[in-house]
């Protein structure tokens, strides 16, 4: 099986240039009683962006929503596996996931802003876990650091479902960088947004790796080689049950993934031959 | 003059069709006309309904005490002050126990229930309590209520009778509400690493709230016009003191159904006077709601 763990070679790799934020130690998702991501080994180097690119349905929002136990609230998802962060296993029952989550924040596919004022919707996550700071001052500078704030400035107690679809993905991101996480998942953040607005969001990410690890699903591979340091490529199978189910083919630093991938699947998926 | 039909240039696919287009607009035109009839027989029959009331009602309701005195042997004289504060605090006792008992409930089953085949009976069920008529819970009520708790035939037993019958509706229509909350409102919450009970109260309950209130109004506007369960609990059609939670009681539609059972003609003014102090009552609680809903920032 030409299934690839890219786990050895990062070890070294990964670990010379950055520390590891996660460590994903053979994590395994079913959906509904099937397998619907085989076992996944991947370290997630701090203060980079990787990108996770892969057809549909190969399981790279699954996995995202492994990093923050956003799988929790699925019903019919089962995570198996260990998965570190920052050496604590997050799927040890002793994990509170409220708590993780506030370290691991997450923007999600559509915008999806509280119907609240612009200033609520940022200050509802500080608030909610009873930060003790200047509130109007990290509004500000959350909507500041997202980019945003010049928009909405004037218009704080106006309703953040009232702005365009950028301006409330912008929102959406003000609002989770206002908890101070560590990690910033992003599952399609630009999906639902025109090309303005996407290379608003592209050069927001770039400013934010600074101070943040960012994991970003997305489905357009430009956008990947554009912005990602690090890129897994994922791919689907069918099962002996005739069921599709995802799997992590390859890990590699960008550049690498776009000139000179290691596995033939990542090759033909990039050079356009599927997918 | 050329149609379109006749260019040679036509697509040859067209043949392929028998597009029709006049004959199912035709159709379409058809079904509007009758659901405009619909609508046009309820508001007539609704307003056939006010203008009689009103006719028969209006003189004797601007009679001067018939709000504020009590029921009198003559059809003229008296009023209905007891009935009146009777159903009112009927309506907010109603309310006050129907809507936290309801909304928790509704909000246990949507958000924290698991979903398995005991919790879809109970939603059965409940739905089907929806349905059940008012004198079945009258006589729940005068079991609970009269005799096992001994209240007797109290204002308090029939508050909380009226409350039974409501509780079903307002647990659905709380239910549909809490349901018609979108996903991703709940996870943009869990995602900034806020609790669920945070996340209910500041974000599931609000969106909710105009949909609640919607089965509320429809729920108690119900029990303040039912008069079956309350005669099987109870209610006088005379008094002349205003009642109090442990005391004899009426109610409005009591006080009709009493007034048009007597002979003499004049009562039968009285009725639809009465009617209309109901009427008025039920527009006034959709008012309140409607003002709530209004003023609610979500």
């Known amino acids: ?275 | 003059m050329t149609t379109i039909e006749q260019r040679d240039n036509y697509p040859k696919s067209a043949a392929e069709f028998t597009e029709n287009v006049e004959k199912r607009e035709k159709i379409g035109k058809v079904f509007e006309i009758l659901f405009l009839l619909g609508l046009l027989l309820g508001l007539f029959v609704l307003a056939l309904l006010l203008f009689d009331v009103l006719r028969d009602g209006l003189g004797r309701f601007l009679m001067p005490g018939f709000l504020t005195e009590t029921p009198s042997r003559f059809p003229d004289r008296g009023g209905i002050r007891p009935a009146i504060v009777s159903s009112i605090l009927l309506g907010i006792i109603v309310i006050l126990t129907t809507v936290p008992i309801g909304v928790g409930a509704a909000l246990y089953l949507e958000e924290y229930a698991p979903k398995t085949w005991w919790t879809a009976i109970i939603e059965i069920n409940i739905s089907n309590l929806a349905g059940v008529p008012s004198i079945v819970y009258g006589l729940l009520g005068l079991g609970v209520f009269n005799y096992l708790l001994g209240f007797g035939p109290t204002l308090i037993s029939g508050a909380l009778t009226l409350s039974l019958l409501s509780l079903p509706v307002i647990i659905v229509t709380a239910r549909e509400a809490i349901r018609a909350v979108p996903d991703s409102l709940r996870y943009a919450s869990y995602g900034l690493g806020v609790t669920k009970w945070q996340t209910i109260s500041h974000h599931v309950i609000p969106y909710a709230v105009p949909g609640i209130l919607t089965g509320v109004i429809i729920s108690v506007s119900r029990a303040i016009g039912d008069a079956a369960s309350l005669i099987v609990v109870g209610a006088v059609a005379f008094l002349t003191f205003n009642p109090g939670l442990f005391n004899r009681f009426m109610a409005l539609p009591i006080q009709i159904y009493s007034y048009i059972t007597r002979p003499e003609p004049g009562f039968a003014n009285a009725a639809a006077a009465t009617i209309i102090v109901l009427i008025i009552l039920v527009l006034a609680l959709n008012g309140m709601a409607i003002y709530i809903r209004q003023r609610f920032y979500y």
């Open chain 1, 1 to 275: 099986m030409a299934y690839y763990h890219s786990k050895n070679r990062l070890d070294t790799k990964a670990e010379q240039q950055n520390n590891v934020v996660f460590d994903v130690e053979g994590v395994k998702v079913y959906y509904d009683g099937f397998l619907a991501l085989l076992d996944v080994y991947l370290k997630i180097p701090e203060k980079q962006i990787t990108a996770f690119i892969g057809p549909s349905g190969c399981g790279k929002s699954t996995l995202l929503r492994c990093f923050n136990r956003m799988n929790d609230l699925i019903p019919k998802a089962k995570v198996e596996g260990r998965l570190y962060y920052r050496d604590r296993n997050i799927y040890d029952p002793k994990i509170n996931s409220v708590k993780l989550r506030r370290q691991v924040g997450m923007v999600f596919q559509r915008p999806n802003p509280f119907p609240k004022s612009i200033y609520e919707n940022i200050a509802f996550g500080p608030r909610a876990n009873g930060y003790k700071g200047n509130m109007d001052e990290l509004v500000e500078d959350s909507l500041r650091r997202a980019a945003i704030w010049d928009e909405v400035k004037d218009k704080l107690k106006a309703k953040g479902t009232a702005l365009s679809g950028g301006q409330q993905q912008r929102l959406c991101i003000a609002r989770a960088i206002a908890m101070k996480p560590d990690v910033l998942l992003m599952d399609e953040p630009c999906s639902a947004l025109d090309p303005i607005s996407t290379r608003q969001v592209e050069e927001l990410c770039l400013e934010l790796k600074e101070q943040y690890t960012i994991i970003m699903v997305t489905h357009n591979m430009q956008q990947a080689s554009r912005i990602a340091d690090w890129t897994a490529f994922f791919n689907t199978e069918i099962d002996e049950h005739g069921k599709r189910r995802g799997k992590l083919v390859e890990f590699s630093p960008t550049e690498q993934m776009f000139s000179s991938p290691t596995t033939k699947e990542a090759e033909e998926y990039i050079s356009g031959r599927f997918g």
